[in-house]
T-cell receptor
């Protein structure tokens, strides 16, 4: 099973709202990722968690706050977003973080976020 | 740093035609190479991979061979179907002492197959 699940599938929020995106995998993977994807562009890396610790933050604005409660779950907390933050947010996981080799990443279906 | 270059522009072709999407890469180490496919309204799916030189990845009739001498990983399919219409991304990942398993993506190619 190579499934990564994400909820919700769609989210519309105002600029003053607080919401959270959720991601789950049951493949025993120890690395999890958040990406942002704009239309007709490749995904842009936002955060990487390795063994439940934040290992990469790609200078993402603080209105995006990641959280990894355990090795299977990854959240992205959203607060005071801007309309330009509207995008598809993808979660991914991989077997490991890359120290011992290059591992493929498995992606979830994404959350389509619209900020009004 | 590592980078991936895909041929510019969308690809439009008729059903049962042959598909080739070019991908070249630049990497300092020994990367693994991937092709991902994204169908409309969906996330990325791993289509195939190759982890060392001369490896051939294959899946669903698609193939790509890891060519170290030409730093290429071109995607091919002999006979496309309408259901192959999607965006295709070439990507690479290199081992890292710091354990940061980054994927470097190409810009992607929209493939449209006409019945």
């Amino acid at each position: 099973d190579t499934e990564v699940t994400q909820t919700p599938k769609h989210l519309v929020m105002g600029m003053t709202n607080k919401k959270s995106l959720k991601c789950e995998q049951h493949m025993g993977h120890r690395a999890m990722y958040w990406y942002k994807q704009k239309a007709k562009k490749p995904p842009e890396l936002m955060f990487v968690y390795s063994y439940e610790k934040l290992s990469i933050n790609e200078s993402v604005p603080s209105r995006f706050s990641p959280e990894c409660p355990n090795s299977s779950l990854l959240n992205l907390h959203l607060h005071a977003l801007q309309p330009e933050d509207s995008a598809l947010y993808l979660c991914a996981s991989s077997q490991d973080s890359g120290r011992l080799g290059s591992y493929e990443q498995y992606f979830g279906p994404g959350t389509r976020l619209t900020v009004t | 740093g590592d980078s991936v270059t895909q041929m510019e522009g969308p690809v439009t072709l008729s059903e049962e035609a042959c598909l080739t999407i070019n991908c070249t890469y630049t990497a300092t180490g020994y990367p693994s190479l991937f092709w991902y496919v994204q169908y409309p309204g969906e996330g990325l799916q791993l289509l195939l991979k190759a982890t060392k030189a001369d490896d051939k990845g294959s899946n669903k009739g698609f193939e790509a061979t890891y060519r170290k001498e030409t730093t290429s990983f071109h995607l091919e399919k002999g006979s496309v179907q309408v259901s192959d219409s999607a965006v295709y991304f070439c990507a690479l990942s290199s081992p890292s002492y710091y354990g940061n398993n980054r994927l470097a993506f190409g810009k992607g190619n929209q493939v449209v197959v006409i019945p």
